[in-house]
């Protein structure tokens, strides 16, 4: 079940640093999981715990108030000695909508960091998301 470069790399990655909890057939995984980039069919993210290539994965992320759910398989897992490196393959029929949502979510928090770099002001997630939405989805309902 490995996927060639061209299959990797076929979709735009969004870099994001978002807490993920994350959990097996065997349960929750334990310790500050954290995702690393994004696309239309999968993510990377970092934690403590290795999983298995080809194990099933359960994937949360927490946005405000707003969980997103997602499930998958576990590509690859590199040890990169004080944590493990992994990649996860969506699958379920959720998926299309949830990514909708999570590339939503990455443009606000690169909306946020991009506040932050050139007007010095630092919003929280709720904060940027309002303005954000204000000027980028204005028939937004609030």
């Given at each position: 079940m490995i996927m060639n470069i061209e299959e990797m790399r076929r979709f735009t990655r969004?870099?994001?640093?978002?807490?993920i909890k994350c959990g097996t057939e065997d349960g929750p995984i334990e310790g500050?999981?954290?995702m690393q980039n994004v696309s239309k069919t999968g993510l990377s993210f970092t934690s403590?715990?290795?999983?298995?290539?080809?194990?099933?994965?359960?994937?949360?992320?927490?946005?405000?108030?707003?969980?997103?759910?997602?499930?998958?398989t576990v590509m690859?897992?590199?040890d990169m000695d004080n944590y493990n490196?992994?990649?996860?393959?969506?699958?379920?029929?959720?998926?299309?909508?949830?990514?909708?949502?999570?590339?939503?979510?990455?443009l606000i928090e690169q909306y946020r960091q991009q506040v932050k770099e050139t007007e010095g002001r630092d919003l929280n997630s709720k904060e940027a998301c309002k303005e954000w939405i204000k000027k980028f989805a204005p028939d937004s309902p609030d």
């Open positions: 969004y870099t994001v640093d978002m807490p500050d999981s954290r403590k715990t290795s999983i298995t290539p080809g194990s099933n994965i359960r994937l949360q992320i927490a946005f405000s108030s707003l969980p997103i759910e997602l499930t998958g690859w897992c590199h490196e992994m990649g996860v393959k969506f699958s379920g029929e959720k998926t299309t909508y949830s990514m909708l949502m999570i590339e939503q979510l990455c």
